[in-house]
């Protein structure tokens, strides 16, 4: 993106991110390494994740970790102990679409659906909590990435749908019992709509190309075009940095308008 401001918002904060090897994770790390944040770049793709480590430099560690295994978590949170002692912020970013209604999803499909879009955001805060308690800011922030389609059903994306759903609910009670901690812990989510990431490569087949593809997403937004990832990476900066110390509990709805049409 152009006009990028670089303003160290989060100067000596860290950062867990999961997902981020490619597509939103990985401009979430991106704009966070750019504002002064040591980071845990996470998820299962350890090529992708060492070489966006490589690339922003010494202040970014890779970690391979499966978002669904609480042993995996659990590792995770003494790692983070290890090296830095504390933990300011987690982006729940790990998921994936599971396509089918509820005549043609089968059951081991809902099951791993909801393991990698829901389950991994309870087993990633519950596990990282111990980390997140230890918080040098004045107070942590949980930041859970969901979906427009958590907001609005879609027959053919039952397990997506219904997993962002949750997500977004669960995030409202951990916010509540973060408010009740000392420091407190924040806890928000984000909704994106269609974002050009490399799972959006999965809709090309449907409209023959990538250029009839984003034209067709971008009739639905009333600002004609899909998001890009550092667009999402901006608000998750806000939620991220004091600015927003006041911010907790809400879901914010980031598609271009779509919900407007």
């Known amino acids: ?139 942590a922030s949980v930041i859970n990435i969901a979906s427009v389609g958590g907001l609005r059903p879609q027959a053919g994306w039952l397990a997506y749908c219904t997993a962002k759903a949750a997500v977004i609910q669960m995030t409202r009670c951990i916010a509540l019992h973060g408010a009740t901690l000392s420091p407190p812990l924040r806890a928000n989510s984000l909704c994106p709509g269609v974002t050009e990431t490399p799972l959006f490569d999965a809709y090309v087949d449907q409209f023959g190309s990538r250029e009839a593809t984003l034209a067709a997403f971008a009739k639905a937004t009333a600002l004609k075009r899909v998001a890009q990832p550092e667009e999402i990476a901006g608000l998750a900066l806000y939620l991220a940095s004091d600015e927003a110390g006041f911010v907790t509990g809400t879901e914010y709805l980031i598609d271009g308008g779509s919900a407007l049409l």
């Open 1 to 139: 993106m152009t006009g990028l401001v670089v303003g160290g918002r989060l100067d000596d904060r860290v950062a867990l991110i999961t997902g981020a090897s490619s597509g939103i994770g990985a401009a979430i790390a991106r704009r966070f390494a750019a504002e002064g944040g040591r980071l845990i770049v996470a998820g299962r793709d350890a090529d992708g994740l060492d070489r966006l480590a490589e690339e922003l430099g010494p202040s970014v560690r890779p970690l391979v970790l499966d978002v669904t295994l609480a042993e995996d978590w659990s590792a995770a949170c003494a790692f983070v102990l290890a090296i830095e002692a504390r933990l300011d912020i987690l982006v729940n970013c790990a998921g994936a679409g599971v396509e089918g209604n509820i005549e043609t999803l089968d059951a081991e499909s809902w099951r791993s659906g909801m393991a990698l879009n829901c389950d991994s955001v309870f087993l990633g805060t519950q596990a990282m909590l111990p980390a997140l308690r230890r918080t040098a800011a004045p107070s």
